[in-house]
């Protein structure tokens, strides 16, 4: 009895000498994520509506919401964009990037959670030898032995390691949805940027045909001494300006169909399924939610809180990881000259081993400053990352509305030049007035076609963005 106390004895004291360790150095000195406050509405730019007024905890407890099932893009009513979208999350590679990440994290987590059982281990082993320089026969040896350590986890080090294999795996999962988020917005992009040059070009080819019928007019009248041959020039230089602009217009489609290649992994979008124009583009409801269930819904957002939650894991693991610890092992084995005897005299051995690392005193403290300094630096990340998440959908929102207002001018604005167009090019063909003022009015209503169907553009872009912006579709 009195031996057994007294190997105790080293025990008890390395139990001592790590609670005074971890009641001074495993809790940060501040901690720039323990109030974070958010608007309580999103003011689209006032800033009183937009000051920090209500308080949110920064604990992820949603489940993962998955991207595919939120199906946001389906507000637009656009089938060809749904067969996109399917078609870039089952073929991107970045999504398979992702998806592997996902399982080596998994398995990551399955490593950490081993360590906290015992470790088998075995071997089995045969030689022979006998001197070159004689005739004796061979000596044989075999052996055998199967050996089993354990770690005991006496101040959770092992269960903080795992923890933190478990938040990284949770976090990985996140990023894989977050990356499907921005597959998503990219390939709805690409859509409606092609949907903007296709019917860009169309335009430009009308005016291009118009043109040159204006300009046969011309020649027409040039020819019964009707007009000057400055009349000419003028009718053949907006020609081969509408050229220009038409050769423009079809490198950027070449561009924007080679990005969307890339998105589909090399394989090109059917020319037949490419929106034609933003006709029949539709702006969709949605429903904004509110500023404090931002963290629970961006996918970016609630994997930075959980890499914060295992920022503020590594003091802990740090510090535990200078405290004493208990490692247990033993062994069976045994050895024979027959490999038939090589079992028949097992050997157990037992044993136990405590190491103090916490004698490394002045590295101990600045591991554990080090890790608390990381923390710090990752809460004020984090902190900058969802105030910056906010900013992107209080502007999204403020957009949305501005761009409606935007779409509705410039529609009244083409409506106008059309009509002024039309009443100039009677006027010319009456005598009443010269060709380059029809010429004017006939580029003014072709800017602000354009200048329609870029709003046009805008808008749905921005619906995209404000989608990205807060985590997908509200519920």
Same mark, same amino acid.
């Given at each position: 009895?009195?031996?057994?106390?007294?190997?105790?004895?080293?025990?008890?004291?390395?139990?001592?000498?790590?609670?005074?360790?971890?009641?001074?150095?495993?809790?940060?000195?501040? %901690?720039?994520?323990?109030?974070?406050?958010?608007?309580?509405?999103?003011?689209?730019?006032?800033?009183?509506?937009?000051?920090?007024?209500?308080?949110?905890?920064?604990?992820?407890?949603?489940?993962?919401?998955?991207?595919?099932? %939120?199906?946001?893009?389906?507000? #637009?009513?656009?089938? &060809?964009?749904?067969?996109?979208?399917?078609?870039?999350?089952?073929?991107?590679?970045?999504?398979?990037?992702?998806?592997?990440?996902?399982?080596?994290?998994?398995?990551?987590?399955?490593?950490?959670?081993?360590?906290?059982?015992?470790?088998?281990?075995?071997?089995?082993?045969?030689?022979?030898?006998?001197?070159?320089?004689?005739?004796? %026969?061979?000596?044989?040896? @075999?052996?055998?032995?199967?050996?089993?350590?354990?770690?005991?986890?006496?101040?959770?080090?092992?269960?903080? $390691?795992?923890?933190?294999? $478990? +938040?990284?795996?949770?976090?990985?999962?996140?990023?894989?949805?977050?990356?499907?988020?921005?597959?998503?917005?990219?390939?709805?992009?690409?859509? +409606?940027?092609?949907?903007?040059?296709?019917?860009?070009?169309?335009?430009?080819?009308? @005016?291009?045909?118009?043109?040159?019928?204006?300009?046969?007019?011309?020649?027409?009248? #040039?020819?019964?001494?009707?007009?000057?041959?400055?009349?000419?020039?003028?009718? $053949?230089?907006?020609?081969?300006?509408?050229?220009?602009?038409?050769?423009?217009?079809?490198?950027?489609?070449?561009?924007?169909?080679?990005?969307?290649?890339?998105?589909? %992994?090399?394989?090109?979008?059917?020319?037949?399924?490419?929106?034609? @124009?933003?006709?029949?583009?539709?702006?969709?409801?949605?429903?904004?939610?509110?500023?404090?269930?931002?963290?629970?819904?961006?996918?970016?957002?609630?994997?930075?809180?959980?890499?914060?939650?295992?920022?503020?894991?590594?003091?802990?693991?740090?510090?535990?990881?200078? !405290?004493?610890?208990?490692?247990?092992?033993?062994?069976?084995?045994?050895?024979?000259?027959?490999?038939?005897?090589?079992?028949?005299?097992?050997?157990?051995?037992?044993?136990?081993?405590?190491?103090?690392?916490?004698?490394? #005193?002045?590295?101990?403290?600045?591991?554990?400053?080090?890790?608390?300094?990381? !923390?710090?630096?990752?809460?004020?990340? #984090?902190?900058?990352?969802? !105030?910056?998440?906010?900013?992107?959908?209080? &502007?999204?929102?403020?957009?949305?509305?501005?761009?409606?207002?935007?779409?509705?001018?410039?529609?009244?604005?083409?409506?106008?030049?059309?009509?002024?167009?039309?009443? !100039?090019?009677?006027?010319?063909?009456?005598?009443?007035?010269?060709?380059?003022? +029809?010429?004017?009015?006939?580029?003014?209503?072709?800017?602000?076609?354009?200048?329609?169907?870029?709003?046009?553009?805008?808008?749905?872009? @921005?619906?995209?963005?404000?989608?990205?912006?807060?985590?997908?579709?509200?519920?």
């Amino acid at each position: 009895m009195k031996k057994t106390m007294k190997a105790l004895h080293p025990l008890l004291l390395s139990a001592a000498l790590g609670a005074v360790l971890t009641a001074c150095a495993t809790t940060p000195s501040a %901690d720039p994520a323990a109030d974070l406050r958010v608007p309580a509405v999103y003011g689209r730019g006032d800033a009183a509506a937009n000051a920090p007024v209500q308080a949110i905890e920064h604990e992820v407890t949603a489940p993962v919401a998955d991207i595919r099932a %939120d199906a946001w893009w389906q507000g #637009f009513a656009d089938p &060809n964009l749904d067969r996109l979208v399917a078609r870039v999350l089952d073929s991107n590679t970045d999504m398979a990037s992702a998806g592997l990440k996902l399982q080596r994290a998994r398995a990551q987590a399955g490593l950490a959670s081993a360590d906290l059982w015992p470790q088998a281990n075995g071997s089995a082993s045969a030689s022979g030898s006998r001197s070159i320089d004689s005739s004796d %026969d061979w000596s044989r040896s @075999n052996s055998a032995s199967v050996s089993l350590g354990w770690e005991l986890d006496l101040w959770g080090k092992l269960r903080g $390691q795992r923890d933190i294999a $478990q +938040w990284e795996a949770q976090a990985t999962a996140q990023d894989l949805q977050s990356t499907a988020l921005i597959l998503v917005g990219q390939s709805a992009e690409l859509y +409606w940027q092609l949907g903007y040059l296709n019917q860009a070009i169309a335009t430009g080819q009308a @005016n291009l045909e118009r043109l040159q019928r204006t300009a046969s007019l011309v020649q027409a009248q #040039f020819n019964a001494g009707g007009v000057s041959r400055l009349e000419v020039r003028q009718a $053949q230089q907006n020609i081969e300006s509408q050229k220009a602009a038409q050769s423009q217009l079809e490198q950027q489609r070449v561009e924007t169909r080679n990005a969307l290649t890339v998105l589909l %992994d090399g394989q090109p979008w059917p020319l037949a399924e490419e929106p034609q @124009n933003l006709d029949v583009a539709h702006s969709p409801a949605l429903a904004e939610g509110t500023p404090a269930e931002l963290l629970a819904r961006r996918p970016d957002l609630r994997a930075a809180e959980l890499r914060l939650r295992q920022s503020l894991k590594s003091i802990k693991v740090t510090a535990t990881s200078y !405290y004493p610890s208990l490692s247990l092992s033993g062994s069976v084995g045994s050895s024979s000259t027959s490999l038939g005897d090589v079992l028949s005299n097992p050997v157990a051995t037992l044993g136990a081993g405590l190491s103090l690392p916490f004698l490394k #005193f002045r590295q101990m403290q600045l591991d554990i400053k080090s890790a608390d300094l990381s !923390y710090q630096i990752a809460a004020n990340d #984090f902190r900058r990352t969802l !105030y910056t998440a906010l900013s992107e959908v209080d &502007n999204a929102l403020s957009a949305r509305t501005r761009l409606a207002e935007q779409v509705a001018a410039a529609q009244a604005s083409h409506d106008e030049a059309v009509e002024i167009a039309r009443l !100039y090019e009677v006027r010319y063909r009456a005598g009443a007035t010269d060709l380059r003022t +029809w010429l004017e009015a006939e580029q003014t209503r072709r800017n602000a076609e354009l200048s329609l169907a870029q709003t046009k553009r805008s808008q749905l872009l @921005n619906d995209v963005t404000l989608y990205k912006a807060l985590g997908g579709a509200a519920t």
